[in-house]
C-alpha cells in the first residue's frame, strides 16, 4: 500500500482495510483512544487521518460508540494494527469495519515523520492506493484532485431532516 503527497513524498506500508484508493487531505489526530467515534465524524470528510498513537484497533468496533450513521473520511493512516481485539463490547475487528465501509487503512509508516511534515508544511493533498503501486501515477491522481478548499462538505454530511433529541439532559456534564 503506498501513500503519495501532493509534493512527491511517497511512502510504503501494509494495507488493511478496503482494497483501493482514495484521495484526501492529510491531517492528524493525537487521541490516545476513541479512533471509532473519529472514523464516523463528519467533520473528517474528505480527509485522510493519521493517528499518533502507535497501536489502533485494540478494542475493535461496536455499533454504541459510534458518532453518525456513515464513515465519512477518505483513508486511515497508523503505526501499527493491533492483532487482536480486546474489549468485550466489540462486535468486529477494525480492518474489517473498514473494508465494509470503503474506507482504505495503510499501517506499518512512520507516523512521526509524517506528522513532522504536517506541522511544517500543513495539511497536504494525499492519496492512499492498494491498488496502484505506481508513484508516478498516484502523484497524477492526487495533483489532479480538487482537495476541500472552497468546497461545502456540509451538504454531504448533514442530516437529511431534523429530529428530536429525547435522551434527556441529564447526565456527568451538568
Known amino acids: 500500500c ?3 503527497f501532493e509534493d512527491g513524498d511517497v511512502h510504503r506500508g501494509r ?6 484508493e482514495s484521495c484526501g487531505e492529510l ?12 472514523l464516523t465524524d463528519p467533520s473528517y470528510k474528505d480527509q485522510i487521518v493519521l493517528m499518533t498513537y502507535p497501536s489502533i484497533g ?8 459510534v458518532e453518525s450513521d456513515a464513515c465519512y473520511l477518505s ?12 474489549n468485550q ?11 465494509g465501509r470503503g474506507v482504505v487503512g495503510i499501517a506499518g509508516l512512520d507516523t512521526r515523520a509524517i ?7 500543513g495539511s497536504l493533498r494525499s492519496i492512499v492506493s492498494s491498488v496502484d503501486q505506481d508513484p508516478a501515477s498516484l502523484l497524477e491522481k492526487v495533483r489532479a484532485w480538487q482537495g ?13 431532516a431534523a429530529y428530536p433529541w429525547t435522551e434527556g439532559l441529564d447526565g456527568p456534564f451538568l
Open 148 to 160: 476541500t478548499q472552497g468546497r461545502d462538505l456540509v451538504q454531504s454530511v448533514t442530516c437529511a
Open 2 to 4: 503506498l501513500l503519495v
Open 27 to 38: 491531517v492528524f489526530n493525537t487521541a490516545l483512544s476513541g479512533y471509532q467515534e473519529i
Open 75 to 86: 483513508g486511515f493512516v497508523i503505526k501499527e494494527l493491533s492483532p487482536i481485539v480486546s
Open 115 to 121: 506528522v513532522r511534515k504536517v506541522r511544517t508544511e
Open 58 to 65: 485494540n478494542t475493535g468496533v461496536n455499533e454504541e460508540d
Open 15 to 20: 494495507r488493511f482495510g478496503f482494497h483501493g
Open 89 to 99: 463490547r466489540a462486535t468486529v475487528d477494525l480492518s474489517t469495519w473498514l473494508e
